[in-house]
């Protein structure tokens, strides 16, 4: 099967989507962030919290761990 590319955009879409019942996101940090040394530019949050459940996590990891992303698809890389 040919290789499908997926916007950054559109792959925190399908993992928030898939996420949102558990009560927990996935979050994007901007690199001028105070924050971004410590959480990463992504990181998972409970959603009722705020609490960080995992920072510098790799989106494309997570989105195939969680099934949102096919074999067939890639993450876009700009």
Known sequence: MEIQYITER???ARINR????HDTQLKRC??????YP????FY???TPTGAVLADHV???????DI???ADWER???L
């Open 10 to 12: 559109a792959l925190l």
């Open 18 to 21: 898939k996420l949102t019942p």
């Open 30 to 35: 901007q690199a001028d962030s105070v924050r």
């Open 38 to 41: 410590e959480v990463g530019r």
């Open 44 to 46: 998972h949050i409970a």
């Open 58 to 64: 790799n989106i494309e990891t997570m989105a195939r």
């Open 67 to 69: 099934g949102v992303l």
């Open 75 to 77: 993450l876009e890389r």
